[in-house]
């Protein structure tokens, strides 16, 4: 039998990409038996976990986590809870209830050392509890030169650091599992920028947290802990309009994150003690 | 078949690999093309902190910028109004050619980085002997650092005719050899007044032309990653890495040779009748239930099984793989267990010279390598289809080397 050697694609990019997504999200869900994710309820966790749906057939079939700093906007509350009923998620809260009752807070102390109690010791202390051997992010390369340096699945040691200088290899689609992970973390939407996840919610009418649209010449454009997170200028209040103002935008995403600012190395920090 | 190419209606995307030796330049050239293109709409500005260190755009590790070298693979996304391009950095180091790795590989091209005052280097012919293995055939050379050459032609032209007969030697072809000062700009974006005796495309232009990645027409190959049952029906999904999967089909599980047929091709909200290259899908199966590893394919043209897989393996572990080592071999969604039967035309990548016959196959080196599998393994050739004819052997899960099937 004999074929033409070449020819052309019929499947669009976003269509490509939502693919490569969901081979690793499946991949994961293949490999560990306990399997969970995160979701803060911005856009690109958003989109990861309508990507989870689409990957198992309109069920996510695990728990879905949502590392609480008690710090949030109330529109992200509003947001995860109007979504997990609809989307009958088995959603897990985690709060370091210790730190917090302590008075923990960015007033208290420093930013870093905020991040690093409420959410990185909430995270370790869910996966204890919960007993995770991966857990899924909605990470992306482009939005963070540290963040860009992640592999698709990536070990983490007992005490959860991530050793950016000593990654094992990843090669090609062929993701290993070490054998010494204490956790793994996957991230199926390395590969897409910020514009793709806007293009891809555009596309598929993914659920948008009301804080990304213009309200009054401002917009959040990375939301989080509401003292940590500044809007944008900006007048896009649909995403129609987020996606033609990013195609002409020159500001980095995370420009009006608190935490990237104080320090040029905060986020490498903060992400080898286990920060997501 | 490049997981992200583009249809013929859609901006082209290329993603394209900075490979060359340590300190000739690479993250400066990706640093600098970034702070030139960072004038267009939807490019971000480089950040402050690079402060005219170019490589800093990259470099965004402490002890990368305290020592002054890549140490891990990196990224950056460009996408202007006509095309869409990924740079993918990678360490020059010899100790970091995994890091190299990670990111070569999922590159469709690539740019060589020869610094003009040093010229071929031991990693710049072992990254180009990467490239060839991995399938990355046509290249662009950049001659970075003209200036310690006084922006001469007569330099140039040596430095070109070497990397031209080096990576002819590797089967790859060079696109255009183009005189760089990464650093200043000179033949970055735009051409160099200052070289004026060179007439060929910058940097850019010449990534501007390169053919953007295909799909090779072919028969259907759908390796299995999982059956799920969590919904009450038994879905076998995975992902089509040629050809197409549409109702009806009627497929052979490989190996093993039972026959099935397909009856819904799944997806969430709607199913739909088929699926092409590169989609992630689920099928319900009439016919004996495949498991994780199984190519589905259709009879009249069925991938090799075999028990002896062999491929040209490049060795990446520090402790030598030896005959009769017992390790696992990944290809696609298999995992097979496998003994190691021989090693044989050894090869030290940073000569490019052969090697004594030896049981062992150390760091650094190729060899052809035969194995004995415990179950039969579907392969292709690689140049047939790159997703069959690669794999990974690996030692406590990590990866320790990669082969390539003839």
């Known amino acids: 039998m004999r074929y033409d050697p070449r020819g052309e694609l019929t499947v669009d990019l976003l269509s490509r990409m939502e693919s490569e997504s969901i081979y690793v999200i499946r991949e994961a869900y293949s490999r560990y038996s306990r399997v969970g994710m995160l979701w803060s309820m911005g856009k690109d966790s958003t989109a990861l976990l309508w990507l989870v749906r689409k990957a198992f057939f309109g069920t996510v079939p695990f728990p879905v986590i949502h590392i609480d700093t008690s710090y949030k906007f109330k529109e992200i509350y509003e947001f995860r809870d109007r979504l997990a009923k609809e989307w009958n998620l088995d959603l897990r809260i985690a709060r370091n209830e210790e730190a917090l009752a302590d008075g923990m807070g960015p007033k208290k102390i420093d930013k870093f050392a905020c991040c690093n109690a409420l959410k990185t010791t909430a995270l370790k202390q869910a996966i204890a509890k919960l007993g995770f051997e991966a857990l899924l992010l909605g990470i992306r390369r482009d939005e963070h030169g540290v963040r860009a340096k992640e592999r698709y699945f990536s070990p983490r040691a007992q005490d959860f650091t991530w050793n950016v200088g000593a990654q094992p290899p990843e090669l090609w689609d062929l993701y290993a599992t070490v054998d010494e992970a204490a956790h793994d973390r996957i991230h199926p939407l390395l590969h897409m920028t910020e514009l793709d996840i806007w293009r891809y919610v555009r596309r598929e009418g993914i659920p948008v947290n009301p804080l990304y649209l213009a309200k009054d010449g401002k917009r959040f454009r990375s939301i989080g802990c509401s003292p940590c997170c500044m809007p944008i200028a900006s007048n896009a209040a649909t995403v129609d309009e987020i996606v033609a103002e990013l ?12 935490q990237d600012k104080e320090n040029a190395f905060t986020m490498q920090k903060l992400r080898s003690l286990g920060y997501m | 078949m490049s997981p992200l190419a583009t249809r013929a209606d859609e901006k082209p995307l290329v993603r394209i690999a900075m490979v060359g030796h340590v300190d000739h330049g690479k993250s400066t050239l990706i640093g600098r093309i970034r702070h030139e293109m960072s004038g267009l709409p939807g490019i ?6 690079v402060g005219g260190n170019w490589a800093f755009v990259m470099d965004q590790l402490q002890e990368e910028r305290e020592r002054e070298m890549t140490i891990d693979t990196t990224q950056t996304f460009l996408e202007t109004p006509v095309c869409r ?24 091209a690539a740019v060589l980085v020869l610094a003009g005052d040093e010229g071929v280097q031991v990693q710049t012919r072992r990254h180009a002997l990467l490239l060839s293995m991995l399938g990355i055939r ?17 330099a140039f032209r040596r430095l070109e005719h070497t990397a031209a007969e080096e990576l002819r030697a590797l089967g790859i072809t060079v696109t255009a050899t183009i005189p760089v000062v990464a650093r200043e700009g000179d033949n970055v974006v735009d051409r160099s007044p200052a070289m004026a005796w060179y007439q060929g495309p910058s940097v850019m232009e010449a990534i501007g032309e390169l053919e953007p990645a295909t799909v090779p027409v072919d028969a259907a190959r759908f390796p299995v990653q999982a059956v799920f049952r969590h919904d009450g029906h038994s879905t076998v999904v995975g992902r089509v890495l ?16 039972a026959a099935v047929r397909v009856r819904t091709v799944r997806r969430f909200p709607e199913d739909h009748a088929a699926a092409e290259p590169g989609e992630s899908v689920g099928l319900i199966l009439d016919g004996p239930e495949p498991v994780r590893g199984d190519v589905l394919a259709p009879a009249a043209d069925l991938p090799r099984s075999t028990r002896t897989p062999a491929g040209r393996v490049f060795w990446l572990a520090e402790r030598p793989l030896e005959v009769g080592e017992e390790l696992a071999l990944r290809c696609a969604t298999q995992v097979v267990e496998v003994r190691v039967e021989s090693v044989t035309e050894r090869l030290d990548s940073a000569t490019l010279e052969p090697l004594p016959e030896g049981r062992a196959l150390a760091s ?43």
């Open chain 1, 247 to 258: 195609e002409s935008s020159r500001e980095p995403e995370r420009a009006g994150r608190a």
């Open chain 2, 44 to 49: 971000a500005s480089v950040d402050a902190s």
């Open chain 2, 85 to 108: 391009l990924v740079f993918i950095d990678v360490p020059g180091h010899q100790e970091l050619i995994q890091n190299m790795l990670s990111g070569a590989t999922r590159a469709d």
């Open chain 2, 138 to 154: 046509t290249v662009i050379v950049a001659v970075n650092k003209m200036d310690t050459l006084a922006r001469q032609e007569d």
């Open chain 2, 242 to 257: 040629s050809g197409s999967v549409a109702e009806g089909d009627a497929l052979t599980v490989c190996p093993g040779g």
């Open chain 2, 364 to 406: 650094m080196e190729l060899a052809n390598v035969r194995l004995s599998a415990q179950s039969p393994v579907v392969l292709e050739s690689f140049d047939r289809l790159a997703a069959l004819g690669r794999f990974v052997l690996e030692r406590g899960g990590a990866a320790a080397g990669f082969g390539i099937v003839a």
